[in-house]
């Protein structure tokens, strides 16, 4: 393919007004993103008319119709831009559905229109139109164009850039200022709303005017923010949820002792600070899953017995549950077997006697 031919290039223009004495110069800047959301409808549009174009036709390719058909379209677009305004007039006093407003539905629609015209006769009449092998066909043409750089992406900025200004009749998009002088257009330029910009945050090479500034600000995945869970550490935005999940201090995790009945969520940072608070509690979490027929009262006596034997310095090393079950059995060796007094057998056995008869 040959390369496209050279764009006219959009600098700021001087402007003739009504007089031809008062010359006037006009701000040329447009809305970065919109223009280059624009611009990337323009290579699907093609390759959906050269294929549909060339298709059945054993002399013809997509690719040997591209120039010219490439040319058609831009001119179809300019002329529709063009003659847009009087348009939407003439379409408010008809029946049709209210349309979108927006520059890139707007020329959106156009470019569908125009690939609509070059369908020749075997697309029309053949189910060509539905069938898969026609949109691979277009992707692939899509690749091709893409690859051998038939259409760049700053000609097509520079042609979208033109078109909504054409059809922005509500200036949403793009500076309509005008001015006396070229000096007042340049001074203008620093501080106009549609002046592009690039992020400042590294890593991201996102454009948008400077209107946008905020908004960007606020989404930007490279920005880098506080952790969203309080802890010391500034987390680029799009790391955010692998930090809180993995590496932050802050996250939640279960109690060491979560699997013999401490259900405490906690930040990791403070684990040991949790374990030693919560010794007593732990040793009873402990004793419970060795002694399971004893009563709440003996595993508290039972508590104290070793707390009266070792060191508390000596259980708070045991960080898991365990450490902490070795070192207990260790100590109850030393203390002996835990005693289950016979009347709390028979006070027992009694409550479930009487529960049995109650149900009876």
């Known amino acids: 393919m040959d390369p496209p031919a050279c764009d006219a290039d959009l600098v700021p223009r001087r402007i003739e007004s009504a007089k031809e004495d008062c010359p006037s110069f006009e701000c040329d800047l447009s809305d970065t993103e919109i223009v280059h959301k624009i611009a990337q409808v323009f290579v699907p549009g093609l390759a959906t008319a050269c294929v549909d174009n060339t298709t059945g036709d054993m002399f013809r390719s997509p690719a040997s119709v591209a120039v010219d058909i490439?040319?058609?379209?831009?001119?179809?677009?300019?002329?529709?831009?063009?003659?847009?305004?009087?348009?939407?007039?003439?379409?408010?006093h008809g029946r049709e559905a209210e349309a979108s407003d927006h520059p890139y539905?707007?020329?959106?629609?156009?470019?569908?229109?125009?690939?609509?015209?070059?369908r020749n006769l075997f697309s029309r009449v053949s189910g060509w139109l539905l069938s898969e092998k026609r949109e691979d066909n277009i992707d692939?043409?899509?690749?091709?164009?893409?690859?051998?750089?038939?259409?760049?992406l700053d000609r097509r900025e520079a042609i979208a850039q033109t078109l909504l200004k054409n059809v922005d009749f509500k200036n949403a998009f793009h500076c309509d200022m005008k001015f006396n002088s070229a000096e007042e257009l340049a001074g203008h330029g620093h501080n106009?709303?549609?002046?592009?910009?690039?992020?400042?945050?590294?890593?991201?090479n996102s454009r948008f005017c400077a209107s946008h500034l905020k908004k960007h600000d606020s989404i930007c995945p490279f920005k880098i923010i506080p952790c969203e869970q309080k802890c010391s550490d500034g987390i680029m935005r799009r790391e955010m949820d692998r930090h809180c999940i993995t590496v932050c201090p802050m996250k939640l995790v279960n109690?060491?002792?979560?699997?013999?009945?401490?259900?405490?969520?906690?930040?990791?940072?403070?684990?040991?600070?949790?374990?030693?608070?919560?010794l007593h509690s732990h040793l009873v979490c402990i004793l419970?899953?060795?002694?399971?027929?004893?009563?709440?009262?003996?595993?508290?006596?039972?508590?104290?017995?070793?707390?009266?034997v070792a060191s508390s310095s000596q259980l708070a090393e045991a960080r898991d549950a365990r450490s902490l079950i070795y070192k207990v059995k260790h100590l109850e060796?030393?203390?002996?077997?835990?005693?289950?007094?016979?009347?709390?057998?028979?006070?027992?056995?009694?409550?479930?006697?009487?529960?049995?008869?109650?149900?009876?």
Not at 105 to 118: C, E, L, N, T, Y
Not at 192 to 204: I, L, R
Not at 262 to 276: F, G
Not at 288 to 308: F, G, T, Y
């Open 140 to 152: 692939d043409f899509v690749q091709e164009m893409e690859m051998n750089g038939f259409w760049l």
């Open 333 to 360: 060796a030393k203390l002996g077997p835990l005693e289950v007094h016979s009347k709390d057998k028979d006070s027992e056995e009694n409550v479930e006697i009487s529960n049995r008869e109650n149900c009876l």
């Open 255 to 278: 109690c060491p002792f979560y699997a013999v009945g401490c259900e405490s969520a906690i930040p990791y940072c403070v684990i040991e600070q949790h374990c030693s608070d919560n």
């Open 192 to 204: 106009c709303s549609f002046k592009s910009m690039t992020c400042a945050n590294e890593g991201c």
């Open 288 to 308: 419970q899953s060795i002694h399971k027929e004893a009563s709440e009262d003996h595993l508290r006596q039972r508590v104290e017995q070793l707390e009266k």
């Open 105 to 118: 539905d707007i020329i959106g629609d156009f470019v569908d229109d125009f690939a609509s015209s070059k």
């Open 70 to 92: 490439r040319k058609e379209m831009v001119d179809y677009l300019m002329q529709r831009s063009e003659t847009f305004l009087a348009e939407s007039v003439i379409s408010e």
